[in-house]
């Protein structure tokens, strides 16, 4: 959109503010809200904030950044409405005094990456899935892990969500994101709401903008919406599976496509799986950022353990999806180990930087894993050789501690301070003693 559109909707709409958003190292989103009167000086010339209060930023001798609009994310906030406090979202991209791109902000990291991948004539495309939890709160109105129903996957009579998430895709649709689908996933109180595929940069805001959305409206409903992987012992985990795939620049043909291979993939498709394969321990700590994610990442829960691909199985870490044979467009690869207390930009930066080097170095993948691997044998599995992903958070940052490539693509601003916050994160975790110590030990030591 041009300033000018965007003028007549500010009009129209009586918009009174507009929050210029970002994100920190972790995926928080951040707000600075101006009086609508100040937009276009933002727009002409940034506006300015102190980094140093924003986690993994800047030190307080070099706080000074400006946030610069990116009008082509402007939207109308549908749940601020009203007739003096109608309020308007813009993404915003953060700059140094020097006029030069933040290497702290993801969503550089990112343009960065996508930057690289064009350069060798390729767009990077995204299709995440987030899924989420639904819970109840106490009289006090604090969040409670008990699910809002009882329903499972795609279940219609006990689904209690099925009219919260058409709240929720109409504040999403409202924001400009064009939603695909929305069902009950296989836990109780889990959903999943899925929108339009698109280039990484783009799917990536979309992804942000979908978990303030969700939280939102679960918030004006009376409920609690939870992006957290893994929140109930016993029960599957909320993960953000994204189907990934290369386009040609030029043509627009889709470059993973090949109709006359065994699984429609081209010789570049199946580079770019094992790269991902190659990489998938030192992306862990991205892509499955939390103490928390490696909970969910265990057998049994449809979530995967197993550095292998496959096309059926789903217990396997790379996912081919069947595709119809007359719409080769649609071929792409599923990874399956992100969930979504990620941060998109730097998930889909570490995602798309360890398929590059797959192709750059004409890797080949394993033998597909069409077997259920949770049950295969102790025996078959030391004949498969196949490795695991990291068990635990402590475990995942001691693998992105030796990946180079991953630690190149995030830059050494945000690899430094990512690492330095999930190290304090797993040294809490690991000092704290918790309920179930007491509950085993305590009687009997």
Known sequence: MTFEEIQTIIDDENIRYVNLQ?????????????????????????????????????????????????????????????????TARVICDVFTPDGDPFPGDPRYVLRRAVAEAEAMGVDYMTGPEPEFFLFERDEQG?????????????????????????????????????????????AAGQHEIDFRYGDALRTADNVVTL?????????????????????IAGINGSGMHVHQSLLDRESGANLFSDPDAEYGLSEMALQFIAGLLDHAPGLAAIVAPTVNSYKRLV???????????????????????????????????????????ANPYLAFTVML??????????????????????????????ERQLQT???????????????TLVQEALGPHIYERFFEAKQQEWDSYRLHVSAWEHDRYLRIF
Not at 48 to 70: N, Q
Request: with cysteine; glycine share 6%; proline share 9%.
């Open 142 to 186: 604090n969040p409670r892990p008990l699910p809002h129903d009882n329903a499972g996957y795609f279940d219609v009579s006990t689904d209690l969500g099925t009219v919260i998430r058409r709240h929720m895709v109409n504040a999403i649709e409202n924001m400009g994101i064009e939603v695909e689908a929305l069902h009950h996933e296989v």
């Open 389 to 403: 992903l990291p068990g635990s958070l402590g475990e995942a940052l001691e693998a992105l501690k030796a990946n």
């Open 299 to 341: 057998p049994g829960y449809e979530a995967p353990v197993y550095i292998s691909w496959a096309r059926t199985n789903r217990s396997a870490l790379i996912r081919v999806p069947r595709i119809n044979p007359h719409r080769p467009q649609a071929t792409r690869v599923e990874l399956r180990c992100p969930d979504p207390s």
């Open 211 to 231: 978990r303030i959305a969700v939280k939102a409206i679960a918030e004006q409903l009376g409920l609690y919406a939870t992006f957290m992987p893994k929140p």
């Open 22 to 86: 970002f994100t920190d190292i972790v995926g928080m989103v951040k707000n600075q809200t101006i009086p609508i009167s100040q937009f276009a000086e933002a727009v002409d010339h940034g506006v300015w904030f102190d980094g140093s209060s924003v986690e993994g930023f800047a030190r307080i001798a070099e706080s000074d950044m400006y946030l610069m609009p990116d009008l082509e994310t402007f939207s109308i906030i549908p749940w601020d409405r009203g007739a003096e406090t109608t």
């Open 353 to 382: 930087a360890a398929g590059l080097d797959g192709i750059r170095r004409k890797l080949t993948p394993p033998t597909p894993a069409e077997e259920d691997l949770y049950h295969l044998t102790p025996e078959r599995l030391a």
